[in-house]
T-cell receptor, first 113, second 115 residues
């Protein structure tokens, strides 16, 4: 699976949008971009994923650049409960590969009042 | 649907003992993966089971083993515990056969402390 690079930490203000970048310059055409977050000592929570189109759900939006070498997770209105470590992961998309997520260090996001 | 459940949630063992952790996947999910999370190494993949067969394996010693039952429930076992095995052990399940858009959903984890 391709390696990802994320800033180690970032702060954002409550009520403002949080934009979390991820670089995956070696991504292959058959690899998806996934985002998870982990609130202290809990299991990682799935947020969103995409292949090449932008995606939106009730939690966040995912913007993938046209060359797919980077992406941005957008939390539209950050709340204090969004304070967590956010992981950007790429994984292959073919059957035989099975399910293996390779986690990097993630971005520690602190939402401040 | 109920989420992934893991038991026990907390466990304290001593060095040299063995431990078995249990994971019940989301109903209908056939793939179960296990991860270890430590402050030093982060989240690391242990192994994945699908239809009672190990399909993927991470880079862990043979003291770490697992199995999956016909109802998709899974157990992992760690024998001859070492202090370094203290960690949060996470289980994740996913729905189909492993095609890339399958999403893994994680349980709350089992916190193992080895004294």
């Amino acid at each position: 699976d391709a390696k990802t690079t994320q800033p180690p930490s970032m702060d954002c203000a409550e009520g403002r949008a949080a934009n979390l970048p991820c670089n995956h310059s070696t991504i292959s055409g058959n690899e998806y971009v996934y985002w998870y977050r982990q609130i202290h000592s809990q299991g990682p929570q799935y947020i969103i994923h995409g292949l090449k189109n932008n995606e939106t759900n009730e939690m966040a939006s995912l913007i993938i650049t046209e060359d797919r070498k980077s992406s941005t997770l957008i939390l539209p209105h950050a709340t204090l409960r969004d304070t967590a470590v956010y992981y950007c992961i790429v994984r292959v998309a073919f059957k035989a590969a099975g399910n293996k997520l390779t986690f990097g260090g993630g971005t520690r996001v602190l939402v401040k009042p | 649907k109920a989420g992934v459940t893991q038991t026990p949630r907390y466990l304290i063992k001593t060095r040299g003992q063995q431990v078995t952790l249990s994971c019940s996947p989301i109903s209908g999910h056939r793939s179960v993966s296990w991860y270890q999370q430590t402050p030093g190494q982060g989240l690391q993949f242990l192994f994945e089971y699908f239809s009672e067969t190990q399909r993927n394996k991470g880079n862990f010693p043979g003291r770490f083993s697992g199995r999956q039952f016909s109802n998709s429930r899974s157990e992992m076992n760690v024998s001859t515990l070492e202090l370094g095995d203290s960690a949060l052990y996470l289980c994740a399940s996913s729905g189909t056969s492993g095609v890339g858009s399958d999403t893994q959903y994680f349980g709350p984890g089992t916190r193992l402390t080895v004294l």
